[in-house]
């Protein structure tokens, strides 16, 4: 990594979306092009999806996908999507600080909760998101369903 200073900020235009899908591959490796992530992102952001990056250099090296949802288990809550470092800025607190910025995003928003998902095999994850203050409150349950054309 460089000596110049993080800087975190959304990546809300075409450029800056095209930019973070090499870092979001890392993270969803079954995005089979960028115009597929491209075209996700754009389904997600008409419900709500901000995509924050951790940029160096102008590059993006970690990525926070986020939307504010509202439901009957938390009140209003902040839903963290994806979260992902470069695997050459990992242990250099890129996470934290994207975990710092959606906890402060979730509060300037009346958030009472910020909440994601890990798969359960997950175990470097689950150790950091312990060390970040996040607890285990739930399990998911889900199913696999074939959509009718």
């Not at 990525?63 to 809550?77: C, I, M, S, T």
């Not at 800025?89 to 910020?114: E, K, N, Y």
């Not at 175990?123 to 998101?129: K, V």
């Amino acid at each position: 990594m460089s000596n110049s200073p993080a800087v975190l900020y959304h990546a809300d235009t075409p450029e800056a979306l095209r930019a973070c899908y090499a870092v979001m591959k890392q993270l969803r490796p079954h995005l089979q092009s960028e115009a597929e992530f491209l075209g996700r992102v754009a389904r997600q952001v008409a419900e709500g999806y901000r995509l924050l990056a951790e940029w160096q250099d102008d590059q993006p090296v970690a990525l926070a996908g986020y939307r504010l949802q509202e439901n009957l288990v938390y009140g209003k809550f902040l839903y963290v999507d994806d979260l992902v470092t470069t695997e050459a800025a990992r242990g250099s607190q890129c996470g934290a600080r994207l975990l710092d910025a959606l906890s402060d995003i979730a509060a300037q928003s009346g958030c009472v909760r910020l909440t994601l998902d890990t798969g359960l095999a997950n175990a470097l994850a689950q150790r950091f998101y312990f060390r970040q203050g996040l607890l285990t409150s739930s399990m998911r349950f889900g199913k696999s369903i074939s959509p009718i054309q």
